[in-house]
């Protein structure tokens, strides 16, 4: 790997703190969560690579303060794209849904939902051409997490399930194995906050008929601070990486589970 493009910087006193990249239209862009405090709002930014100057430049931002992790953005219909924030950073605002504006280039706001708990990330899904989203509630670091399906026609969500309880939840991540559905949850712990240092974290099926993720867990992995899952597939092998925030406070890392299908 090689530098491609000198680093983009944040504007002074800000932070990004994670980038979804999403093909819009045939153009590439990447969004970026950006954090300045918890009392003060910084805009989130749009960036559009450019074939001529083989680069990304800002084009557009938005108001979608207490964002954490990359955003979630996915295509449902012709031309439309949606993206999902969350509110972890700040109570003052809350997460919701927004619509990918071509003429303006603008990602606008169309739904607010109040029921969340500073929410740390979103995971968007399709099972049989249906689509899902759901979102890891943080605070209270026992809560639930909760399963909505989004419904195009009308640009609504729909919250069918909460499962819980959790161990401050941080992010969810869909995988499918054969045509079996599968989301793995990461659970943080919150140590500092609840002074539990070794949550679990846990995978579920989710059953297309019901359209619900089946309880209890299939399975539970001890995992510490785990702030992300990632998954792959080598072959016929198929893999989880667990980022591990820090173990006792003092140790960052990697573990790695595997499944043979």
């Given at each position: 790997f090689k530098e491609l493009q000198p680093k983009i910087n944040s504007v002074s006193g800000t932070e990004f703190r994670g980038v979804t990249h999403q093909v819009m239209n045939g153009e590439d862009y990447l969004v970026a969560s950006v954090w300045k405090s918890y009392t003060q709002v910084a805009n989130s930014i749009v960036?559009?690579?450019?074939?001529?100057?083989?680069?990304?430049?800002?084009?557009?931002?938005?108001?979608?303060p207490g964002q954490v992790w990359g955003m979630s953005i996915f295509a449902a219909g012709v031309s439309n794209y949606?993206?999902?924030?969350?509110?972890?950073m700040t109570s003052n605002y809350k997460p919701g849904l927004f619509k990918w504006n071509v003429a303006t280039q603008i990602f606008?706001?169309?739904?607010?939902?109040?029921?969340?708990s500073q929410s740390m990330s979103w995971e968007h899904f399709t099972v049989e051409g249906i689509h899902y989203a759901i979102v890891a509630n943080t605070v209270p670091y026992t809560g639930n997490s909760d399963l909505y399906q989004f419904?195009?026609?009308?640009?609504?969500l729909t919250k069918i399930q909460s499962i819980g309880p959790q161990e401050a939840a941080q992010n969810w991540k869909y995988f499918n194995i054969d045509g079996v559905h599968y989301l793995a949850l990461a659970n943080g712990g919150a140590g500092v906050h609840t002074n539990n240092w070794n949550p679990t974290s846990k995978i579920y099926l989710f059953d297309p008929v019901t359209k619900k993720l089946k309880t209890p867990a299939y399975q539970?992995?001890?995992?510490?601070?785990?702030?992300?899952?990632?998954y792959f597939s080598i072959g016929s092998d198929h893999f989880l990486c667990a980022v591990i925030f820090r173990t006792n406070r003092i140790n960052v890392g990697n573990d790695q589970y595997s499944q043979s299908s």
């Open positions: 960036f559009q690579y450019s074939n001529i100057s083989q680069s990304f430049a800002q084009i557009s931002t938005f108001s979608a949606y993206l999902l924030v969350s509110d972890y606008e706001r169309k739904i607010t939902l109040t029921t969340t419904d195009a026609s009308n640009e609504e539970e992995i001890p995992t510490k601070e785990n702030i992300k899952w990632e």
